[in-house]
C-alpha cells in the first residue's frame, strides 16, 4: 500500500516527500479533530461521574 | 521508503520477466505494467499477502499510537481553552455583581431539584488545592454531563453548594481534558481543599486519621478521607456520604475521578468537611493558599 502510494506520487524525489508528509499531516488532523472526538465518547474509557 | 520502493521495483521486474508458460492456467495481460496479480507465482502471492498485513498492522498500530497522543495531549489543549473561557466569564460576572448560584430574588438556590435554573456547563466556583501546587487553579462547571466535564470540573446538580450543609459534589478528569484531578491520590488527610464563589471561600480539610495519615480511617462518622469504589456506588455522593438516607449536618465536599489512571473499572473517592468560611475581601487570600493573610 506505502509502496503503491510512492510509486504512483508525480515528480522526483523531494516533491514526492513533500506529498508524503502533507498526506500523513491531512490524514492525521482527520483523527485528531474528526474521528477521534467523535469515537472518544463511544468508548469505555475516561469516565469519571458515579451514576447508575 | 525509499527502499522500499525500490524493493518493489526490482521484484515487480522479476514477475514480469518470468515465463508465463512456467504457470499453467494463469493469463499474462501485457509487457511491463502488467497488473501485480497477473503471472504471479504462490509464493510471490504469499508475499504480498504477507505485505499487505503487515502494513495493515503497522497502519494500525500508528493510529492507536495517535490516539493515545490524542488522550493525552491534543484533549488537554482543547480542554484548556474551554477551562479559561468558562474561568473569565465567571471572574466577569462576579465583577459585574452577578453570582451564578444565586438565583432572581437574591436567594441561593438550594440541593434537590431548585438548581436547575444553573445551565450546565457554566462556572459556579473555582477550586484550589495547594497540595497539588500553588499555581493548581479549576473554576468548577455546574453539571458532570460530557460537554461540562470537558470544561473543568463539574459539580454534580443535585449535590449541595459550596458551604452548603451536605454534600459539595464534584467530578473531574484524570487522564486529559484538562485533568484536573490527575493528582488526586497525592492529597493526605488534613489537606486543604479551597473553593471560591463569589463573596466567601471555604476551606474544607480532607477526612482520615490525621495521627497515622491513614486515608481510609473511617473516624466516628464511618466516612473515609479516601475510598475507591465501584462506578455504580452513588452513596459516595449522597448527603452524607456512604449513609444514603440520613438528614445532613455537616457541610462536606467530595471529589470522584476515575481508577486507575487510564481506566475506567474504579472510581476514586475523596471526602472532606467544612473546616472554615472566610468572608472575600478584594484580592486577599485565605492564609491556607501561598501568600494569603485572611
Redesign the interface.
Known amino acids: 500500500?506505502?509502496?503503491w502510494i510512492?510509486?504512483h506520487l508525480p515528480g522526483a524525489?523531494t516533491w514526492k516527500v513533500l506529498q508524503?508528509l502533507l498526506i500523513v499531516a491531512a490524514i492525521?488532523a482527520l483523527?485528531?479533530f474528526i474521528v477521534?472526538p467523535w469515537?472518544?465518547?463511544k468508548l469505555?474509557?475516561?469516565?469519571?461521574?458515579?451514576?447508575? | 521508503?525509499?527502499g522500499?520502493?525500490k524493493d518493489?521495483?526490482v521484484e515487480q521486474m522479476t514477475i514480469d520477466e518470468q515465463d508465463p508458460s512456467d504457470e499453467p492456467g494463469s493469463v499474462r495481460t501485457g509487457g511491463r505494467h502488467a497488473r501485480p496479480d497477473a503471472g504471479m507465482s504462490r509464493a510471490d502471492m504469499l508475499r504480498l499477502g504477507l505485505r499487505?498485513t503487515g502494513?495493515?498492522l503497522i497502519?494500525a498500530g500508528l493510529?492507536v499510537l495517535?490516539?493515545v497522543?490524542?488522550?493525552l495531549w491534543?484533549?488537554n489543549i482543547f480542554a484548556h481553552e474551554k477551562q479559561s473561557k468558562v474561568h473569565n466569564a465567571l471572574e466577569k460576572e462576579w465583577a459585574q455583581g452577578d453570582d451564578p448560584l444565586v438565583t432572581g430574588g437574591g436567594k441561593l438556590n438550594l440541593p434537590g431539584g431548585k438548581q436547575g435554573t444553573i445551565p450546565t456547563g457554566t462556572g459556579i466556583a473555582n477550586l484550589y488545592i495547594p497540595r497539588l501546587g500553588t499555581d493548581y487553579h479549576f473554576t468548577i462547571v455546574q453539571g458532570?454531563d460530557?460537554g461540562s466535564?470537558e470544561k473543568g470540573p463539574?459539580h454534580?446538580t443535585g449535590s449541595a453548594l459550596p458551604g452548603g450543609v451536605g454534600n459539595f459534589a464534584v467530578?473531574?478528569?484524570?487522564?486529559?481534558?484538562g485533568e484536573p484531578?490527575l493528582n488526586l491520590d497525592h492529597l493526605r488527610p488534613g489537606d486543604t481543599i479551597v473553593v471560591e464563589t463569589k463573596s466567601t471561600w471555604f476551606i474544607y480539610t480532607v477526612k482520615g486519621n490525621l495521627q497515622s495519615g491513614d486515608l481510609n480511617d473511617k473516624g466516628t462518622d464511618g466516612i473515609p478521607g479516601r475510598e475507591i469504589?465501584s462506578?455504580?456506588?452513588?452513596n459516595?455522593?449522597a448527603p452524607v456520604p456512604d449513609h444514603p438516607g440520613v438528614t445532613p449536618t455537616e457541610k462536606m465536599i467530595t471529589l470522584?475521578?476515575?481508577h486507575p489512571k487510564?481506566?475506567?473499572t474504579q472510581?476514586m473517592?475523596l471526602h472532606g468537611t467544612l473546616a472554615r468560611t472566610v468572608q472575600r475581601s478584594g484580592d486577599q487570600l485565605p492564609k491556607e493558599l501561598s501568600g494569603g493573610t485572611l
Open positions: 500500500m506505502y509502496v510512492w510509486r524525489v508524503t492525521s483523527l485528531l477521534f469515537l472518544e465518547p469505555p474509557i475516561n469516565r469519571v461521574t458515579v451514576n447508575q | 521508503m525509499s522500499n520502493s518493489e521495483q499487505g502494513q495493515t497502519t493510529i495517535l490516539f497522543v490524542y488522550e491534543v484533549t458532570t460530557d466535564l463539574g454534580y467530578a473531574g478528569h484524570r487522564v486529559g481534558k484531578f469504589v462506578p455504580s456506588d452513588t459516595v455522593i470522584t475521578t476515575c487510564f481506566t475506567a472510581r473517592i
